[in-house]
Nanobody, 128 residues
Framework: QVQLAESGGGLVQAGDSLRLSCTAS????????MAWFRQAPGKEREFVAS????????YVADSVKGRFTISRDDAKNTVFLQMNSLKPEDTAVYYC?????????????????????WGQGTQVTVSS
């Protein structure tokens, strides 16, 4: 059993940067792909970014390409989301997720149902 806990959210102004982190506990961290999703008020949860393993290729949603970067440090059982040039439309609860397998296919890597373990979420609010 794997438990994930996000941190690093907060209230920032448009154009600012923020770094989210997610630390795993319980079962061994290594294994499947890890990802970030987000959900804004009145919206469905949407894919943000995914990474198969530390130092590997990444998959990033078109809406955040060039601004957000995902990375992971398996020695510290942690995955990160570096968010730059934040916009008001980035306001949402951000969720960390982990899959049971490694995905090198962009379609599978971006699907909600590909991930078995989820964190509680951390709020990111961007003011204009």
């Amino acid at each position: 059993q794997v438990q994930l806990a996000e941190s690093g959210g907060g209230l920032v102004q448009a154009g600012d940067s923020l770094r989210l982190s997610c630390t795993a506990s319980g079962r061994t961290f290594s294994g499947g792909s890890m990802a970030w999703f987000r959900q804004a008020p009145g919206k469905e949860r949407e894919f943000v970014a995914s990474i198969p393993r530390a130092g590997d290729t990444t998959y990033v949603a078109d809406s955040v390409k060039g601004r957000f970067t995902i990375s992971r440090d398996d020695a510290k059982n942690t995955v990160f989301l570096q968010m730059n040039s934040l916009k008001p439309e980035d306001t949402a609860v951000y969720y960390c997720a982990k899959a049971g397998t490694i995905y090198y296919n962009s379609e599978f890597a971006s699907q909600d149902q590909s991930y078995a373990y989820w964190g509680q979420g951390t709020q990111v609010t961007v003011s204009s």
